[in-house]
C-alpha cells in the first residue's frame, strides 16, 4: 500500500516549485537551488530522496524530541484512526483520548494548572491565550487593562497575533501590527554591548518591563508573554537574574504571566516547561510541537486556576474554538509521546546525562577561530560566529556567514539552523552519547570548511 507515487528527485523537485508556496520561503531563490526532498526519517536521521543521511540536529523544527521512527506512536494513531478518527469537542462533547491526556498535563504541569484548551498548533495557542487574557481583565471588571508586553526578536508564530506578539521586524512589516501590543528589549548579552556582567544585564532587561508598564500606566497592562529561553530568534539564553526579576515586576503590578513553551516545554531544557526551569510560576503556558514530538499536529494552552476559575464562574460562553480543538487521534498520540518521555526517563535523561555530556563537547567549539560564543541549556543551544574572536566583532552582514555555514553543514551531513550569524540546534532528547560526538565533529569540520570560504 503506497499512498504517495514514487518518483525521480529531479520530477518531484519540478513540481515542487510549480505548484507548492513553502513557508516563510524566497521562491525565486528556491527555484536556482532547488527543495531537499526528505523522505525518511529513523531515531536521530533523516534521508533525502538522493539517499543522504543527515543528522537531525533540529529536531525536525525543534519538536521531535523522542526521536524518529517510534512504532508505538504510530500504533496509538492506527488505533484512535479505527475507533473513532474524528469528533468535535463543541456543543458538550468530548472523546476519551482528549479527556484523559487533559487529566495528564494536569498532573505534569505546576500544581496552578488543572485545565487546558486545545488549538491545532503554537501560533493558535497564541492567538487562543490573547483572547482569554483580553475576557480574564473584562471579566475582572478592569477591561482597559489590554496591553500586553512582548519582547523585540520574540517569535510567537505566524497568524496575525502571533506575529504582532513576536518581535520580528520582517514580519511586522508585511502583516502589520496589532493595537494594544508593546515590545520592549530583549535580555541577549552577547548582543548587548557588554559593559555590564551577565547578571546585571539581566536585571536591566527585566526592569525595562517595569518601565514600560510605568509608561503604558499599570493600570492598562494585561500581562507580559516571553520564552523561557528564545527559540527562532537564536537560543538566547536569558541570565540567571532575568526570570526571577521579570516574576517579581509581573507579582508587583499584578499582571499576568505568560510562558510560551512551545519549544521549551515537554523536556527541550531538562525540565517538563522552561517556566520549571527557571522556577517562575505562571498564570497561562502555551504550548505545541513536542507535545506529540511533532507526529501529528495538537497545541494548546495551560489554564491557571487564577484565570480559569473567573472564565467559569463569571465568564458563560467562550466564544472561541477550532474544528480540531481535541483532535482524537493527536491527543492519542501525545499520550503515548509523554508515555514514552516518562518510560525511557528522556527528561531526566537530558538534565542529568545526554544533557551535560553534550554541553561540554558542545563548549568545546567555542577554541574554534569563527565562534565568539557558545552556549546550551538541557539539549538548546547555539554558538555566535564572529570575525573577531578577540572583539568579537561580527561578519558584515552581507557575507551571510550563518547560512553559508548552515548550508556546508546540511552538505556534510548535519541539520543545524541559522539564525543571522547564530548557528543554533535542538537535537532529539533521545540522542546517544555517539551522535553528539557526531554532531560536534561534523560542527568543527563545517566551521573549518566556512572559514576557507568567509576567513
Ligand atoms: N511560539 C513559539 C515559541 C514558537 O517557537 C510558535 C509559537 C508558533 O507555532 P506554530 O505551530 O504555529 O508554528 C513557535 C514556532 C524557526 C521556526 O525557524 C520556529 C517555529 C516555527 C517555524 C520556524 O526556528 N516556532
Redesign the pocket.
Known amino acids: 500500500m503506497t499512498v504517495v507515487e514514487k518518483r525521480s528527485v529531479t520530477a518531484w523537485q519540478e513540481l515542487d516549485l510549480e505548484h507548492y508556496l513553502h513557508p ?1 520561503t524566497d521562491h525565486k531563490d528556491l527555484g536556482d537551488k532547488k527543495s531537499r526532498i526528505i523522505t525518511r526519517a529513523d531515531g536521530v536521521y533523516i534521508y533525502d530522496a538522493e539517499g543522504n543521511k543527515i543528522l537531525d540536529g533540529m529536531s525536525g ?2 519538536c521531535v524530541n523522542i526521536g524518529y521512527g517510534r512504532k508505538e506512536i504510530v500504533k496509538a494513531a492506527e488505533r484512535q484512526l479505527s475507533e473513532l478518527p474524528y469528533y468535535n469537542s463543541f456543543f458538550q462533547c468530548a472523546n476519551p483520548p482528549s479527556i484523559e491526556l487533559s487529566e495528564k498535563l494536569g498532573e505534569l504541569t505546576q500544581p496552578q494548572f488543572n485545565r487546558v484548551f486545545y488549538t491545532g ?4 495557542s ?1 492567538d487562543t491565550m490573547l483572547k482569554m487574557v483580553w475576557r480574564y481583565w473584562d471579566l475582572m471588571g478592569q477591561p482597559e487593562r489590554k496591553t500586553i508586553i512582548a519582547r523585540e526578536n520574540a ?4 497568524t496575525v497575533a ?1 506575529a504582532s506578539l513576536g518581535g520580528m521586524a520582517p514580519m511586522h512589516k508585511q502583516g502589520g501590527i496589532m493595537p494594544y501590543i508593546e515590545h520592549i528589549q530583549q535580555p541577549y548579552w552577547f548582543e548587548s554591548d557588554r559593559q555590564l556582567s551577565n547578571e546585571e544585564f539581566g536585571l536591566q532587561a527585566a526592569r525595562a518591563l517595569e518601565q514600560k508598564i510605568e509608561k503604558i500606566g499599570a493600570g492598562n497592562v494585561a500581562g507580559f508573554v516571553g ?1 523561557p529561553i528564545q ?2 530568534g537564536g537560543v538566547i539564553i536569558p541570565p540567571d537574574s532575568y526570570w526571577p526579576e521579570i516574576q517579581r515586576i509581573c507579582d508587583d503590578y499584578g499582571i499576568l504571566l505568560i510562558t ?1 513553551e ?2 521549551c516545554g515537554f523536556g527541550r531544557l531538562g525540565e517538563w516547561f522552561g517556566a520549571d526551569y527557571y522556577g517562575v510560576k505562571p498564570d497561562l503556558m ?1 504550548f ?2 513536542a507535545v506529540t514530538s511533532g507526529y501529528l499536529p495538537l ?1 494548546g494552552v495551560m489554564v491557571s486556576d487564577r484565570v480559569g476559575d473567573v472564565l467559569i464562574e463569571r465568564g458563560g460562553e467562550f466564544a472561541h474554538g477550532y474544528t480540531y480543538s481535541g483532535h482524537p487521534a493527536s491527543c492519542a498520540v501525545a499520550i503515548e509521546n509523554l508515555r514514552i518521555m516518562q518510560d525511557e526517563k528522556l527528561i531526566e535523561r537530558t538534565r542529568t546525562e545526554i544533557g551535560p555530556y553534550m554541553q561540554a563537547q558542545w563548549a568545546n567549539l567555542a577554541e574554534h577561530p569563527l565562534v565568539g560564543e557558545t552556549r546550551m541549556i538541557g539539549l538548546m543551544g547555539a554558538l555566535e560566529l564572529v570575525e573577531n574572536k578577540e572583539t568579537l566583532e561580527r561578519f558584515n552582514k552581507d557575507i551571510g556567514v550563518g547560512t553559508i555555514c548552515r548550508d556546508i553543514l546540511i552538505n556534510n551531513g548535519l541539520v543545524m ?1 541559522a539564525v543571522g550569524d547564530t548557528i543554533v540546534t535542538a537535537p532529539p532528547l533521545s540522542m546517544e552519547r555517539v551522535h553528539v560526538d557526531e554532531q560536534v565533529e561534523k560542527a568543527w569540520k563545517c566551521l573549518d570548511l566556512t572559514q576557507k570560504i568567509v576567513g
Open positions: 516563510f523544527l525543534w498548533s503554537g501560533s493558535e497564541i517569535y510567537h508564530g505566524s502571533g520564552e527559540g527562532a510560551d512551545v519549544i502555551t505545541a510541537k497545541g539552523r
